[in-house]
């Protein structure tokens, strides 16, 4: 188990929106136009984080190594006063929605990929066929489907193997890795330690995972360096960043800190090494609310008993338009996510996968981000299905979603993403941390040995251990690397 805290509360405190009038990529699949921004304080609140576009690679080291070089996050920032902020309301894929208008051209959103199709060539025929509703004459949204379906019919079903077996497929590698960047080959467990700081990599020299994936010193640096900290503006400030561990609520007050940057897939289903993708993924690592052994999340979000609905929803929303605001300021077309929340840490609570759902729904529904679909991906393990409560929320809000989304129970949240990239499109993904990885920096947590979860598996199959504080402990200490976002009004 995982050490709790004493109990406390902890409250809600929407921030004050700007005004986003911007408009996204409208036309097919075709990879989604980019976005940018002017930065130039690196302590005012940023609703267009990160100010790098992590999809271009360098024309040097040719698009399976590295990233291209850009400022520094602490160079450029935008006024919380001129800043757009994605996701505003009144409007539907970046454009201005006209009064009255539900944006029901994009439903039925909650379509459910359960298993691989046999002689349907679209998605609109496989809906048919599995009895499900017809998406319309929205051209746009039968463009976004069929791209989604080329990517769904194109990839292996998710691995069935446990978590623990997968892990050994990959942890020896991963271990390997980490002693050419420097890790003592004695070290296991937790903590990283390098001889000697990331920056000392020359940049010519290869680093390898697998016969497939290497990768350019360069590159490795890139990634670390364009991690960055991103906190709610509003509801936290950069001296509880500084000074958390002497807050009584900074168990519950993890929930709104992401970690986030680039990363690349380096496994596939079968533990096979892969090459590194022309684009990486835009990784956000963010707790959920822990209502199995966390003391201070039960005492906050949970009262006689039950979950505590007009507490703990609020804080779903903000964790979700979090996720979201960070990967639409990253030009991502395909947030691909997970039931973060509805593992481990629903505990002796049914109804925890409903109230997720709803708050994703709501975030859904009420603002628009340039996206060109919303992807969760929910596998059903015996009688445990997360994908039954999200199929259920997701049909009722189904009119009054912005974004098609698309409920996927028998593919990977990594692979299908990774398939996104190498298609051409921008994807995110989402690792459902723990407040102990985002505040001391130990993403991965048990990776190298203990429980294993979501996490440590991503920990392995992609490169999120470069932003571990042992291998990049700039990206906890320089103050240039956080930033404060500016959330929609929710």
Known sequence: GRPASPPASSGYMPAKPTTHHSSGGKHGPSPPKRHSADYSHPHKPSALLPPEDFSRVSSAEGPARGLARGGHPSERSPSPDSAPVWGSPGTRHGAPVPPGASGSSCGPAAVVWKSPPTGVGSFQEYLVTHGGRAFGPDPLVQGVMDTVWRALEGTPAICRRGLEEQANHMRPAM?????????????????????????????????????????????????????????????????????????????????????????????????????????????????????????????????????????????????????????????????????????????????????????????????????????FFLPSFGDDSNRRAFEHVFHAFSPELRVPVILVEDRSMLIIADRFARDGFQAGILNPSDWQAVRKGTVGMYWDGGHIALEEVMAMQTTLLLQHRGINPELYSDPRRRKGTVLPHL
């Open 175 to 375: 271990r390997n890795f980490l002693i050419r960047l420097g890790r003592p080959a004695h070290e296991m467990g937790e903590d990283i330690t390098l001889a000697a700081p990331l920056s000392s990599l020359p940049d010519a020299q290869s680093f390898v995972l697998s016969d497939a994936f290497v990768l350019k010193g360069s590159a490795i640096k890139d990634l670390a360096r364009k991690a960055f900290i991103s906190y709610v503006w509003g509801q936290l400030s950069e001296a509880d960043l500084v000074a958390f561990s002497e807050k009584p609520t900074f168990e519950s007050d993890s929930q709104l800190i992401v970690i986030a940057g680039p990363v690349y897939l380096t496994f596939d289903t079968e533990f096979k090494g892969v090459d590194p993708s022309s684009l990486p993924l835009f990784c956000c690592s963010v707790p959920g609310i822990n209502f199995a052994y966390s003391e201070q999340d039960i005492a906050t979000f949970v009262k006689n008993g039950h979950v505590d609905a007009p507490t703990a929803l609020p804080r779903m929303k903000t964790i979700f338009a979090h996720v979201f605001t960070l990967m639409a300021s990253a030009q991502v077309a395909f947030p691909c996510l997970n039931a973060i929340g509805c593992g481990a840490f629903k505990g002796p609570h049914p109804e925890v996968p409903s109230l997720w759902a709803q708050a994703a729904a709501e975030v859904l529904r009420t603002c628009s981000f340039p996206f060109r679909g919303v992807l």
